[in-house]
């Protein structure tokens, strides 16, 4: 009965590296497809995925924000994207900002399968995003 036992534990160690190669090859071929939409004329702009928990959008903007070079006073109480006030909204400001000065490469806007890259202008009103 116990030599059952060391299989079993094989076969699910086994299970998750191939998982885990899957979604590895999967965002492999995400990146590239990014990086060929980035570097065909199109304007693309990083911004958070809204099912993202806080606390890991709030981790985005300390990264972000801590950047030489990355000024995030707009989503400051009183700048121009402070509103909404809401972690989603504080966080692509703050990622897209970071992804700019990263060089735009699709790497720069995975934070951790967080981030995204759209085709669209997430400015609104008085928030200009970057480009």
Known sequence: MDSARPPLAFLSLAFALLLSCAVCVESRYHGRNQYRMANDGRRMWCIAKPSTEAGTLFRNIDFSCGQSGVDCTPIQPGGSCFNPDTPVSHASYAMNLFYKFAGK???????????????????????????
């Open 105 to 131: 490469h699709p790497w720069d806007c995975n934070f951790n399968g967080t981030g995204v890259t759209v085709p669209q202008n997430p400015s609104f009103g008085t928030c200009i995003y970057p480009l």
